[in-house]
């Protein structure tokens, strides 16, 4: 089939999200107290009439001191809970898409070997995430743990992807190399 439209079965497909515990309780008491402020400051001063805190803002200054705090406080924790790194091998290219930051597009002829490894998300690459590793002089992508790929491109570049089914994706990627 060469309908371009038409999708064919991956051959190695993965998606992963920030879903450790510790890290939903952060953005979730970070929302709460956003949210906290936001309805308390507002319904004391707003409503009551009462001024909020030791020396209270104009209420215009309020509503925007609460615009910035629900941005800050709210949306990026529920923008930070909706990351998640996709990765999709078929017989013509590995992709990885970290929504919505990021997509990386690798055709399989220019990936000149692969290696599934351990690494050290924070000694290595200074966190998880969209990360440049002046260290390691590469890219990766992740979001947990500490397995990965390391893909080494025709051009001598690399680029490491985070993955918890490293060796299952090397497997993947060797497969469909043979054709």
Do not use: C
Request: no cysteine; aromatic share 12%.
């Amino acid at each position: 089939m060469n309908d371009p439209f038409v999708q064919e079965p991956p051959l190695f497909e993965e998606v992963q999200r920030f879903d450790q515990l510790w890290f939903r309780l952060l953005l979730g008491a970070l929302a709460a107290a956003g949210l906290y402020f936001i309805i308390a400051g507002s319904y004391i001063q707003l409503v009551q009439g009462i001024p909020f805190g030791n020396k209270p803002l104009p209420d215009m200054g309020l509503v925007a001191v609460n615009v910035f705090i629900f941005l800050l406080g709210v949306a990026l924790p529920v923008a930070l809970m909706r990351l998640k790194l996709e990765v999709r091998l078929d017989r013509h290219a590995l992709i990885a898409r970290y929504w919505p930051l990021a997509v990386r597009k690798i055709p399989l002829p220019k990936i000149k070997s692969w290696e599934a490894r351990t690494y050290r998300p924070i000694r290595d690459y200074g966190d998880w995430g969209v990360r440049y590793s002046l260290r390691q002089g590469h890219w990766i992508y992740n979001v947990k743990g500490n397995r990965g790929v390391l893909l080494e491109l025709a051009d001598g570049k690399k680029f490491m992807l985070g993955s918890q089914r490293a060796e299952e994706l090397a497997q993947a990627i060797a497969e469909a190399k043979q054709g």
